[in-house]
């Protein structure tokens, strides 16, 4: 890793775990400029930030007054987005809720609530999950008829806006290319949301229902996983599983999480992502009771994707059809990067890597015109 990246971690790790385990060392204002850059890319600024008055006593933290206001501002412009989104999100559930539809709140301002400083965590879109299909569908009709720039293309999610915030109904909490894994998912997904004891937040003073805690674990970890595979990891999905981890694990069912990973044939995936919580965010072994040292983990190939995430993934691949007969692609290069990335984590979770690639090459070829 580059000085860079060093201290850039060093901060992170102080923002979010008020960890100070290492000394900074020195930069240029260049660099810093380039630490800022690196903050922005992975949507964990405010809390690198954080990070900064941890190490506000160090020798090298050196910056300028300009760049000192330009920190300020970003937690400044992110503690005013979370305030919109926690008053937004309480009046959907409210409505929801009174309206019986039971809304379970996905990610986002959820994993937010576990910081130590809520409203630093970069938010985006508000992701509901609607359980039973009936409910689903009467949310769905709200949205249509209050939401704003509405889209409704795609039959198991609803995105619009309200108040200037995106939101998304899902039917689909998340889900696997793979057909036979695929199931296997929605099977515990449909089980434990029916079954098993609720979990909740309070959020802006409405109680939001969240996903059961070990059920919310093991869509973390499907979830980075999808990331991996299509795009490489941002490390605020890295800090939000380690926060999860240290903050909530004594309410996990742990043997009941191992049964779902081996059903999934997950294990290389999340021992993978645990791997990069120790060596990233200085994580002990202990912590992780899914972690297993019989997996061999490459972390250096995936650190590397982590510092070079530049847009060549698969979302720029897709095909396009001219006035000629022959379909070209629209990124060249992000087809490359996505051979070679699915060549790279093929041995972490090669059935759902063989079917999302050919999935995805299928999105691709949907965009040529008729």
Not at 332 to 342: D, E, I, K, P
């Amino acid at each position: 890793m580059s000085v860079i990246q060093r201290n850039f971690l060093r901060l992170l790790r102080g923002g979010a775990f008020g960890m100070k385990d290492e000394p900074l060392e020195p930069m240029s204002e260049w660099k810093w400029d380039r630490l800022l850059q690196l903050a922005l890319m992975h949507g964990v600024g405010a809390v690198v930030a954080d990070g900064i008055k941890t190490y506000d006593n160090d020798f090298f933290l050196q910056l300028s007054e300009k760049q000192k206001e330009h920190w300020q501002r970003l937690t400044e412009a992110t503690e005013k987005r979370n305030r919109e989104t926690n008053i937004c999100l309480a009046e959907i559930f409210d409505t929801f809720n009174h309206a019986h539809l039971r809304p379970i709140l996905l990610k986002g301002q959820g994993f937010a609530s576990l910081y130590d400083h809520p409203d630093h965590r970069t938010g985006g879109d508000i992701d509901i999950y609607f359980p039973f299909e009936p409910q689903a569908e009467k949310a769905h009709a709200w949205a249509l008829e209050h939401g704003t720039n509405t889209d409704n293309s795609d039959r198991n999610t609803v995105r619009y806006q309200h108040h200037g915030i995106k939101v998304e109904h899902h039917k689909n909490m998340i889900s696997l290319t793979n057909k036979l894994l695929n199931s296997r998912l929605q099977k515990i997904i449909s089980g434990e949301t029916r079954c098993c004891d609720s979990a909740y937040r309070l959020i802006n003073g409405t109680k939001i229902e969240i996903v059961p805690h070990t059920l919310s674990i093991l869509v973390i970890m499907v979830r980075m996983a999808r990331y991996i595979i299509n795009d490489g990891i941002s490390l605020k999905q890295l800090v939000d599983f380690g926060m999860f981890i240290r903050k909530e694990s004594d309410k996990v069912d742990f043997a009941k999480l191992q049964k779902w990973i081996d059903k999934l044939r997950l294990g290389r995936m999340v021992n993978l992502e645990a791997a990069l919580l120790v060596e990233l965010m200085k994580f002990d072994k202990d912590e992780l009771p899914f972690f297993n040292t019989r997996y061999g983990t490459d972390t250096a190939s995936i650190t590397n994707d982590i510092f070079e995430l530049n847009g060549s993934h698969t979302g720029e691949w897709f095909f396009t059809q001219g006035k000629h007969v022959f379909v070209t692609t629209s990124n060249s290069n992000a087809m490359l990067w996505h051979f070679r990335h699915t060549a790279k984590f093929f041995k972490y979770y090669p059935g759902e890597i063989f079917t999302n690639f050919f999935a995805s090459f299928a999105r691709s070829l949907s965009s040529i015109e008729e």
